[in-house]
């Protein structure tokens, strides 16, 4: 099965610090999905990445997919405390059937 | 477009009962994913359903747990004879198609709590 190993686990920061999370599999990426979960709630989609190189932006958030290396980073600029949550990476399993996420990062932006 | 709903939100039962949740895609969705996330731990993926079909349950546990999607109606997972390990949350997902791009942004139900005595 894909593994995806998220860094860092939970992250604390002051508002309107910039951060990123990581996000590395195991295996070939075939598309990479970022969603972001409020505590005790479903998740939201963020952005998918399809490409290598790929990079798109939503208000202050940004990913990038760097295939060769199949990690995918988000970072977040001038972070406010309505970024808190857990951000999750997903991604399609080889055969398309599954879909599995990777193992989360808990922020935490204090104002 | 009321989007993905789960039901119950919150259920409690004794170990041994029978839990069962359910879950109604998007309109227009025919696809449908179950996962489970333990308190601490990340989603694991549990099961791919389409209509009437199992595409892939490799992530069921193989005894008392069982997937359904009908023609007409909710998908519903069923756990028989729950224990204290299976108290979880559940969730459900959605998505149009299964494959090409675009078909795997999943859309997310609030999901079901499960808390087993």
């Known amino acids: 099965s894909q593994e995806l190993e998220q860094s860092p686990q939970s992250l604390i920061v002051q508002e309107g610090k910039n951060l990123t999370i990581n996000c590395t599999s195991s295996?070939?990426?075939?598309?990479l999905y970022w969603y972001k979960q409020k505590y005790g709630e479903g998740l939201i989609f963020l952005m998918m990445l399809q490409k290598g190189g790929e990079e798109k932006s939503h208000e202050k958030i940004t990913a990038k997919l760097d295939e060769k290396k199949q990690q995918s980073s988000l970072h977040i600029t001038a972070s406010q405390p309505s970024h808190a949550g857990i951000y999750l990476c997903?991604?399609?399993?080889?055969?398309?059937?599954?879909?599995?996420f990777g193992t989360g990062t808990s922020l935490t932006v204090i104002p | 477009n009321a989007g993905v709903m789960q039901n119950p939100r919150h259920l409690v039962r004794r170990r041994g009962q029978e839990a069962r949740l359910r879950c109604s895609p998007m309109?227009?969705?025919?696809?449908v994913y179950w996962y489970r996330q333990l308190p601490e731990e990340g989603l694991k993926f549990m099961v791919y359903l389409q209509k009437e079909n199992i595409i892939d349950e490799s992530g069921m546990p193989k005894e008392r747990f069982s997937a359904e999607f009908p023609k007409e109606g909710p998908s519903i997972l069923r756990i028989q004879q729950v224990v204290r390990g299976d108290s979880a949350a559940y969730f459900c997902a959605s998505s149009p198609q299964g494959q090409g791009a675009g078909a795997n942004v999943l859309t997310f139900g609030a999901g079901s709590r499960l808390t087993v005595l």
């Open positions: 997903g991604a399609p399993g080889p055969g398309g059937n599954q879909f599995y």
């Open positions: 309109k227009g969705h025919s696809h």
């Open positions: 295996k070939t990426l075939y598309g």
